[in-house]
């Protein structure tokens, strides 16, 4: 099993910064691909961001092309994404999620493993 914790969120005003992590613990996430979804009220969870075992590929949503940056890093078994040019669309719970192949989907029936999620919310 593994189990994933967020954190970074919080209140930012339009153009500002924050940067998640998302910890895994329970066994390495070295071999797995892993993601970023975000899901604002009364809204479907979407895909923003997903990157390969080895972080040597990503892939991103139109909305945050440019904006975010996904990254890992395997000695500490930690994801992260930078989100930069914040809007107040992007307001949402971000949440990260793993799945037991190297290879990575932005869709969110194919990862295995979910954290609770983090809260973004950015004012105008």
């Known amino acids: 099993q593994v189990q994933l914790v967020e954190s970074g969120g919080g209140l930012v005003q339009a153009g500002g910064s924050l940067r998640l992590s998302c910890a895994a613990s329970?066994?390495?996430?070295?071999?797995?691909?892993m993601g970023w979804f975000r899901q604002a009220p009364g809204k479907e969870r979407e895909f923003v961001a997903a990157?390969?075992?080895?972080?040597?590929?990503?892939y991103y949503a139109d909305s945050v092309k440019g904006r975010f940056t996904i990254s890992r890093d395997n000695a500490k078994n930690t994801l992260y994404l930078q989100m930069n040019s914040l809007k107040p669309e992007d307001t949402a719970v971000y949440s990260c999620?793993?799945?037991?192949?190297?290879?990575?989907?932005?869709?969110?029936?194919?990862?295995?493993?979910w954290g609770p999620g983090t809260q973004v919310t950015v004012s105008s």
């Open positions: 990157i390969s075992r080895n972080g040597g590929s990503t």
């Open positions: 329970g066994r390495t996430v070295s071999n797995y691909a």
């Open positions: 999620a793993a799945r037991a192949f190297p290879y990575y989907t932005s869709s969110s029936n194919s990862y295995d493993y």
